[in-house]
């Protein structure tokens, strides 16, 4: 079964960190390292939004809102992507989505881990 599978989502104070995890399987789990990997996230009321991509070479590329505080990264051994979240503000409440493109431009899902920055 392809499946992408997020972790380390949860409720955490202003200016904290999390990192989030998400592992591959079935079909996904072989074309992990020929894929580009990324991470979404959708606030409630909003759009879908990327938060970081990864490519086969490790090249990242943040988005702005994000920049000096998201890191994104790759362990193609553990066929698993993960992105580290310093430094948290409230406006990164989301569902956060971890996304595969896999060669010939198919993409899949994962079900989504909660974030929730309060005090």
């Known amino acids: 079964q392809e499946r992408l599978v997020e972790s380390g989502g949860g409720l955490v104070q202003p200016g904290g960190s999390l990192r989030l995890s998400c592992a591959t399987s079935?079909?996904?789990?072989?074309?992990?390292?020929?894929?580009?990997m990324g991470w979404y996230r959708q606030a409630p009321g909003k759009q879908r939004e990327v938060v970081a991509l990864?490519?086969?070479?490790?090249?990242?590329e943040p988005a702005d809102a994000v920049k000096g505080r998201f890191t994104i990264s790759r362990d193609n051994a553990k066929k698993t992507v993960y992105l580290q979240m310093d430094r948290l503000k409230s406006e990164d409440t989301a569902a956060y989505y971890c996304?595969?493109?896999?060669?010939?431009?198919?993409?899949?899902w994962g079900q989504g881990t909660q974030v929730t920055v309060s005090s």
């Open positions: 996304n595969q493109v896999v060669p010939g431009g198919a993409q899949y």
């Open positions: 079935g079909r996904l789990f072989s074309l992990f390292s020929f894929s580009t």
């Open positions: 990864i490519t086969t070479r490790g090249t990242t």
